[in-house]
């Protein structure tokens, strides 16, 4: 509002009319331009808030099933009672194993190195544990391996027991939408038990991190957090061609209503409106003055008017009036 006044005492103060059509469509550019902009604004906040609704229903699917799949490793470890490398511990890991789609393999670790496992059996190098190893607040250690002629992924170990976990698991995610990127981490975001992303199109018209939605929820029991992306969201979600569409329609639509208010603001403050409504409060005073021809013949002409709510106006000003 304080803005389209000033822009209003810009355009009153020039003087001439061809100054004043200027000023005006200067006038009209601003304030509709900054009208379409604050539309596109509040058309790109309703687009968010649906997608958003969408992405908290990824999000939370995706955090159910991860405390699933945690809660079955945990128990699994903590009810594992054998520990060793003989033929009966074998035979008890390959039977947990079967049990669960969850588990990759079962092994059990000796002298900081896994011994055996219910896949190999018992290895005749012992496999080292990876260097780093976070501790969760329920006792349990977390790893990450990546060497290819064993184990790639995550792990689980309570009391010498190790639950590797399956490739497999987070299937039921994958392939995702072409939007949509999800992870799920530990809480402090250290770890990386899953992650699945799209090819991001870089030639999209609107390709920025401005329009990428990220939600995060971690759970309330174990440590685990999910990740959830939502890319080119809002406007960039729209096609080019509608985008430029809604564009021309809300500048229609401002560009009309501006020019309105404007034609209202000249009717209201016009001198013809002046005039009629000083003869009306009975507050114009008129003074003519006697104009002497060759013929000498006397014409009276108009000198000027006051009027006494506003300033004093020539006789120039009103010769279009009183010819």
Not at 11 to 19: A, L, N, T
Not at 191 to 211: D, M, Y
Not at 260 to 266: T, V
């Amino acid at each position: 509002m304080c803005l389209a006044l000033a822009v209003l005492r810009f355009v009153k103060s020039g003087s001439g009319r061809d100054h004043w059509k200027m000023k005006k469509i200067i006038a009209v550019a601003i304030i509709s331009t900054l009208l379409v902009a604050l539309s596109l604004y509040a058309v790109n906040a309703v687009i968010v808030a649906q997608q958003k609704s969408k992405q908290l229903e990824v999000s939370h699917s995706l955090l159910q099933y991860s405390e699933g799949l945690s809660q079955s490793v945990a128990q699994a470890l903590k009810s594992i009672t054998t520990q060793g490398c003989d033929k009966t511990s074998l035979d008890s890991y390959r039977q947990i194993k079967l049990d669960s789609l969850y588990f990759g393999d079962i092994g059990f670790i000796e002298k900081g190195k896994i011994a055996c496992t219910a896949f190999w059996g018992k290895l005749a190098t012992p496999a080292a544990l990876p260097a780093e190893l976070h501790k969760t607040s329920r006792g349990f250690l977390l790893a990450q391996f990546s060497r290819k002629d064993f184990f790639t992924g995550n792990a689980a170990i309570y009391n010498n027991v190790i639950i590797f976990t399956s490739r497999y698991a987070y299937d039921r995610f994958t392939p995702i939408t072409a939007n949509y990127s999800l992870s799920t981490t530990t809480k402090d975001f250290g770890r990386t038990f899953f992650s699945a992303s799209p090819v991001i199109k870089e030639q999209s018209w609107l390709h920025s991190n401005l329009f990428t939605l990220t939600l995060t929820q971690c759970s309330a029991v174990w440590d685990l957090c999910v990740i959830v992306k939502h890319h080119n969201a809002g406007l960039a979600s729209l096609s080019l061609v509608v985008f430029t569409l809604l564009t021309a329609i809300l500048a229609f639509i401002w560009i009309a209503i501006t020019l309105f208010f404007f034609r209202i603001y000249e009717d209201r403050f016009s001198l013809e409106r002046t005039l009629v409504n000083a003869v009306k409060a009975n507050t114009i005073s008129v003074n003519y003055q006697p104009i002497i021809r060759i013929q000498d013949k006397k014409w009276w002409a108009l000198k000027f008017c006051r009027d006494g709510a506003i300033t004093i106006m020539e006789r120039s000003r009103l010769s279009s009036l009183f010819p």
